[in-house]
C-alpha cells in the first residue's frame, strides 16, 4: 500500500465512525474493552444559545414538546405543530429546526451523558464533584469573558448596513 492509503479494516472504521456520528447506529454497541472510545469535541455556538432560547419560549407556552422515542436506539423528538412558527421563531426552515434540534439534543447533550458514563464506568464516580465544580467554574467565567467588552464582536461595523 502506498504512503495515506488506509488498510480495509482502517476503512471499514471510518466508514462505521461516520455511520454514528450521523445516528445510524448507536455508538457504544460496538465499542469493546480493548477499544478507546474517541469523543469528537462539539461546543456550542451563538447561533445553538439562540435557537434553545427560541424554543424554551416555544416549551414554555406548550406550543412545542420534547419527547423521547422508544426504538432499538432512542433519541429525542421535536414534536408539535410548529411549521408555521418555524420562519417567524427561527428563521429557519423545518429542516434546519430539526437539524439544530438532532444536533443539540442526540448529539451534543446525549454525546456528553455518554462520555461521562464510559469514564465512571472504568474510573468510578469519585471524580464527578470535582468534574461538576470545574464545569460550574469554566462556565461563570465564560459568562464573565462575554460580558467585558475586549472579547465582544471583533468588527465594530457587523449588523451595521450604513451605504
Not at 461516520?18 to 457504544?28: D, I, K
Not at 408555521?84 to 444536533?103: H, Y
Amino acid at each position: 500500500m502506498g504512503v495515506g492509503e488506509l488498510t480495509p479494516r482502517a476503512s471499514a472504521r471510518t466508514h462505521k465512525q461516520e455511520r454514528v456520528s450521523r445516528g445510524h447506529e448507536c455508538p457504544l454497541a460496538e465499542v469493546s474493552e480493548a477499544e478507546p472510545l474517541t469523543a469528537i469535541r462539539m461546543r456550542l455556538s451563538q447561533k445553538d444559545k439562540e435557537f434553545l432560547e427560541r424554543l424554551k419560549e416555544l416549551l414554555d407556552r406548550g406550543v412545542v414538546w420534547v419527547d423521547s422515542t422508544h426504538e432499538v436506539v432512542s433519541r429525542f423528538v421535536l414534536r408539535g405543530n410548529y411549521g408555521d412558527r418555524v420562519e417567524s421563531k427561527f428563521g429557519l426552515t423545518r429542516q434546519g429546526v430539526r437539524w439544530r434540534f438532532f444536533r443539540l439534543f442526540n448529539e451534543i447533550y446525549v454525546s456528553a451523558y455518554t462520555t461521562i458514563l464510559f469514564i465512571e464506568k472504568h474510573l468510578g464516580t469519585r471524580f464527578r464533584q470535582d468534574a461538576l465544580r470545574i464545569a460550574q467554574e469554566r462556565f461563570v467565567a465564560r459568562q464573565q469573558a462575554l460580558e467585558n467588552v475586549s472579547f465582544k464582536e471583533a468588527n465594530a461595523y457587523r449588523g451595521k448596513n450604513q451605504d
